[in-house]
């Protein structure tokens, strides 16, 4: 002997909305779900940028500093050893 309601899904989870308010609906989450992904997409390419252009600035300052190292060794006299 069964107590309580019985609960089963609909097949049909929204029986009376019709095929555009459906569209409407998949389009919106759709898009809800675009917006995040896209806002990623921005913030990984940007953190890239700011990696390259991170590692591209230290290299040509390391690569002055140690010209002007070679240069002013050189009017010394003396040998710079460069890394």
């Known amino acids: 002997m069964r107590y309580g309601r019985h609960f089963s899904l609909p097949i049909d989870p929204w029986p009376q909305a019709s095929l555009a308010e459906r569209t409407a609906v998949g389009m919106v989450l759709t898009f809800l779900l675009f917006l995040p992904a896209c ?7 940007t953190l890239a ?8 600035l230290g290299a040509s300052v390391r690569a002055f500093v140690a010209r002007r190292a070679g240069a002013m060794g050189g009017q010394l006299g003396r040998p710079v050893r460069k890394v």
């Open 49 to 56: 940028a700011h990696v390259y252009w991170s590692y591209d």
């Open 39 to 45: 806002a990623a997409l921005f913030v990984a390419s």
